[in-house]
């Protein structure tokens, strides 16, 4: 399949890049430099001239504390810039591939969310997210909208990368404990996405690594080898910014039944990826 990925220098980007290319679907990989997702024109040109088979939508304004005091410009990218390549889809009716977040829920309910539970939003960068899920539903009949949750992985800032550079700096980790999720690899997702583009079956679903456990937990398991110690703290004694849900797991019985495969447990997918660290093939 010839794929376009928006956000292709980001850190998805790449590890879907690498991904399709393994699997020998012809990739048109855009960083934010080739195709700014905000300008329409450019958005329409660049598709016109690739003609794309799908889009992979994976730029997006990521920084969700930041998000809390420049609400405009991450739905200008978030919202907007999906809506653009929502419209692009449409007028070549080809699928799309929207990246989604865990954060477009509250984390109330204290179970697992399915892909057709009431979403509501506690940050801006969750609500620009939940507008770029609505502009694509608006817009395409076939697309898939891919919610998942804690990403980490190689090519990109991200909590596993912190907490261990902080372990072997000899810095004191204190980590929350009270908020739930499910930690998931790119290298993991990408394959779950490369698994999905082929069913052909368009909708919501909810693609994570398998499992839950806190920040605080997660760290520990970070730093497991390292034999340094890791201090719980509450979600109040650290304030900041952005509000985040206490409880994000997110069920995935329906992209389970799709793929026809089980997801990997998130703390397998971190040995994996802590062990590519510790041989340099991830940085
Ligand atoms: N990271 C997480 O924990 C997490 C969790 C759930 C969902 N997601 C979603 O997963 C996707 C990938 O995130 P990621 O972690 O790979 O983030 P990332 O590393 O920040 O990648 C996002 C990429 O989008 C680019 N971008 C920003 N504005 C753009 C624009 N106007 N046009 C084109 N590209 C633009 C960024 O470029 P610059 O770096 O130059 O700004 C960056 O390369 C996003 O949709 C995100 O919302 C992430």
Not at 10 to 33: D, I, Q, W, Y
Not at 65 to 85: F, H, K
Not at 173 to 198: H, K, M, N, Y
Not at 265 to 272: S, T, Y
Request: glycine fraction near 6%.
């Amino acid at each position: 399949m010839k794929i376009l990925i928006t956000g292709a220098g980001g850190m998805l980007g790449k590890a879907l890049t690498s991904c399709l290319e393994a699997r020998e679907h012809n990739v048109a990989g855009f960083p934010r430099e080739a195709l700014d997702v905000t300008n329409y024109n450019q958005v329409i040109e660049v598709m016109k001239a690739e003609k794309p088979e799908l889009v992979i939508h994976a730029a997006a304004y990521t920084k969700v504390d930041q998000a809390e005091s420049e609400p405009d410009l991450a739905y200008l990218i978030n919202g907007y810039g999906s809506e653009n390549l929502a419209v692009a889809c449409n007028h070549q009716d080809i699928p799309m591939v929207y990246i989604s977040s865990d954060y477009v829920f509250d984390g109330e309910q204290n179970r697992p969310y399915h892909p057709w539970d009431q979403t509501r939003p506690l940050s801006v960068y969750g609500k620009t997210k939940l507008a770029g899920e609505r502009a694509v539903q608006h817009h395409l009949n076939k697309f898939y909208i891919v919610r998942t949750s804690w990403l980490y992985g190689p090519n990109g800032r991200n909590f596993v990368d912190t907490i261990h550079q902080m372990a072997m700096d000899g810095k004191p980790l204190r980590v929350v404990s009270d908020q739930f999720g499910s930690p998931t690899c790119t290298l993991t997702l990408s394959e779950t996405v490369a698994d999905l583009i082929l069913s052909k079956r368009w909708g919501v679903y909810h693609a994570t690594d398998g499992g839950v456990t806190n920040w605080f937990e997660f760290a520990q398991a970070i730093v497991s080898d390292l034999k340094v110690s890791v201090q719980p703290i509450a979600t109040k004694d650290m304030p900041r910014p952005a509000t985040r849900p206490k409880y994000s797991v997110l069920d995935k019985t329906t992209l389970i039944n799709t793929i026809e495969r089980e997801v990997v447990p998130w703390n397998e997918a971190l040995k994996m990826y802590l062990s590519m660290k510790m041989q340099g093939a991830a940085r």
